[in-house]
């Protein structure tokens, strides 16, 4: 009798000492994994890489936009390190996937279609998992930077817009990484990736002015958002005079933005923590978006 209690205590307390979680909550893994998870049916494309940093949260939440002037060639790894960081500095990060040039689905408007899906995801995401969707910023590098605006400039919309969401989220924040706010005045510029935004937008501004209109964060001011383009005086595929330029229509529209040029920082240094370049990139995000009991 002793030993068939015993086989029978076995089994069942193990059971029983299971954490038990509550219903459509996701059970934690270790701090700092990688968390893939899709936001749309084609899940090779359409997903985003979720990292949660130690402790019981809920965090606020850097989401991430790679850039790659758009295309296939370039996806969400170039972002990797910097969500690393950012992991370890207490946010949590999602990193996004979206289809691309040479991609079927990519371009227009497929491209913008996914970084909206994969943006408006994150109440879903709260959900499941410790995160404060509405203490989000959107930290974009190069296109990716691009996108990051535009996410907070889509809500004026029209209804007739295929990049049209009713209700998008709206950040509370955005850093463009040496974005490109002007595609009209970018695309007619010399250099390979200057040549990518008539393939993204299906022409160059004179021939489809419309699509320009809706997708550059230039010509959909204000934007209604607190914003920092971080800029690197000797970057050479984006020009200063982007951020510059912009930065002052922006003020000019009444929107509360800052520039901040990095001495000597090429395209890529911003992306690279420990590079000289990357306490500006952690000050224009904590300036923005404060891990508490942290002030600006």
């Known amino acids: 009798m002793k030993i068939l209690l015993a086989l029978l205590l076995s089994v069942l307390l193990p059971t029983c000492q299971r954490p038990v979680h509550s219903r459509g909550a996701t059970p934690p893994a270790p701090a ?3 968390r893939r998870l899709a936001y749309g049916p084609e899940s ?9 940093p130690p402790g019981a949260g809920p965090f606020p939440v850097v989401v991430a936009l790679h850039g790659g002037c758009w295309l296939a060639t370039y996806d969400l790894q170039t972002m990797t390190p910097v969500c690393e960081a950012l992991t370890r500095a207490g946010y949590a990060t999602w990193n996004l996937e979206y289809r691309r040039l040479g991609q079927r689905g990519g371009g227009w408007p497929g491209t913008f279609q996914d970084v909206a899906r994969g943006f408006d995801f994150l109440p879903e995401l ?5 995160i404060l969707p509405r203490r989000v910023l959107v930290l974009g590098h190069s296109a990716g930077g691009q996108l990051a605006l535009w996410l907070a400039a889509r809500a004026g919309l029209p209804p ?7 209700a998008p989220l709206v950040p509370a924040g955005v850093v463009a990484l040496a974005g490109i706010p002007d595609l009209a005045d970018y695309a007619v510029a010399p250099g390979g990736c200057n040549e990518a935004v008539a393939e993204l937008l299906g022409g160059l501004p004179a021939a489809v002015p419309e699509r ?5 964060p230039a010509q959909r001011l204000p934007l209604r958002v607190p914003y920092c383009l971080v800029q690197g005086t000797a970057d050479r595929i984006v020009p200063p005079e982007q951020a510059q330029a912009f930065g002052r229509l922006a003020r000019q529209a009444g929107d509360a933005v800052r520039v901040v040029e990095v001495p000597g920082a090429d395209h890529f240094d911003l992306i690279a923590p420990g590079s000289p370049a990357w306490p ?15 002030h600006p």
Not at 280 to 293: C, K, N
């Open 126 to 130: 709260a959900r499941r998992y410790p």
């Open 44 to 52: 090779l494309r359409q997903f985003g890489e979720l990292r949660l």
């Open 212 to 216: 320009y209109a809706q997708a550059s």
């Open 280 to 294: 500006a990139v952690m000050q224009a995000v904590g300036a923005l978006l404060p891990l508490p009991g942290h």
């Open 160 to 166: 007739s817009s295929p990049l049209y969401t009713p």
């Open 32 to 34: 700092g994994a990688v």
